[in-house]
């Protein structure tokens, strides 16, 4: 079963009542899937630390801010296996620390995730400050399976563009999920972007993506995470037959010969079912059964 990223439920930049943002249930959740949900915010407050509190059952995979003239923003990345009280669910919320002007995000619905190991390898990220036009590299070394990689983008200033985002020596296909825009005293956008790999590296995998047409006042980050297929994600099993001296393994798999029997050797008993042959009787001299008269007195 391959990874397959089902679905995805998105929330545009939206002026929130509070300080929470709900986003619905990506369509056909099922138990076991992974849900990836990646959230930002933006408003003109300068303070960064207004990060986003972890919902119950779910793990925080990366978070950051940038603070770019008098505004500023954060974002999340948060994941979680569906269970029945999530399948049974209507939408999902999300809230940051106090109340923030904007807030946007999306959730993904990803079936043939591993369910041991919903992450393994963390993520990176890596932060730019005034930087016109910034090339980013984000870095992870995933394990030898076919690997989920979720790549998020916030910039402050400047709408973002990602026209070039690759991955070193191994290039998947890259699939823009969410993006979203809004303009306070200053603009930001915020970007998600997947890939599924059916052949990692186990070497260092490198992201570098290029942020376009931004100005010299750009403030920005980038991350990625990355998620685990199932161990036969990308393979058919192969089953190989199994020899066996005194009985081939009929019914088995890979079983592909006659049944055969092997002659036994028994010293104490012969072939035919009796002992060994008695040895021959030999007749031997006996009395006379004749009689003889003699004289009497």
């Not at 990803?110 to 919903?118: C, E, F, K, L, M």
């Not at 081939?248 to 006659?258: D, E, L, Q, V, Y």
Request: a negative charge.
């Amino acid at each position: 079963m391959a990874i397959v990223i089902e679905s995805t439920s998105t929330q545009a930049y939206t002026a929130p009542t509070g300080n929470d943002i709900t986003i619905t249930k990506p369509t056909g959740l099922a138990v076991d899937d992974l849900m990836v949900a990646c959230v930002s915010h933006f408003a003109e407050v300068s303070n960064i630390n207004l990060n986003f509190t972890t919902p119950s059952g779910w793990t925080l995979s990366q978070e950051s801010g940038i603070s770019i003239g008098g505004d500023g923003g954060s974002y999340a990345v948060f994941y979680k296996l569906a269970d029945a009280s999530d399948v049974a669910a209507s939408d999902f919320t999300f809230s940051v620390l106090s109340a923030q002007e904007y807030m946007g995000g999306c959730i993904m619905r990803v079936s043939g995730i591993r369910t041991d190991v919903a992450q393994l390898g963390g993520s990176d990220e890596e932060g730019l400050s005034d930087t016109d036009n910034p090339s980013y590299t984000v870095s992870l070394a995933p394990a030898q399976n076919t690997v989920l990689y979720v790549a998020t983008f916030l910039s402050g200033a400047v709408p973002y563009n990602t026209t070039d985002v690759t991955i070193t020596g191994t290039n998947p296909t890259w699939t823009q999920q969410f993006d979203t825009t809004v303009t306070v005293s200053d603009s930001a956008r915020f970007e998600v972007f997947t890939a599924i790999d059916t052949s990692p590296e186990s070497s260092i995998t490198t992201l570098t993506p290029t942020e376009t047409g931004s100005s010299s006042n750009t403030d920005s980050y980038a991350s990625l995470s990355f998620f685990l297929g199932q161990n036969d994600a990308s393979t058919t099993p192969t089953f190989t037959a199994t020899t066996q001296d005194a009985f081939a393994p009929a019914g088995s798999a890979g079983a592909h010969a006659p049944t055969t029997l092997t002659e036994t050797s028994n010293t104490a008993l012969a072939p035919e079912g009796f002992g060994n042959s008695p040895t021959q009787w030999t007749n031997t001299t006996k009395p006379s059964t004749t009689w003889t008269n003699t004289d009497k007195d």
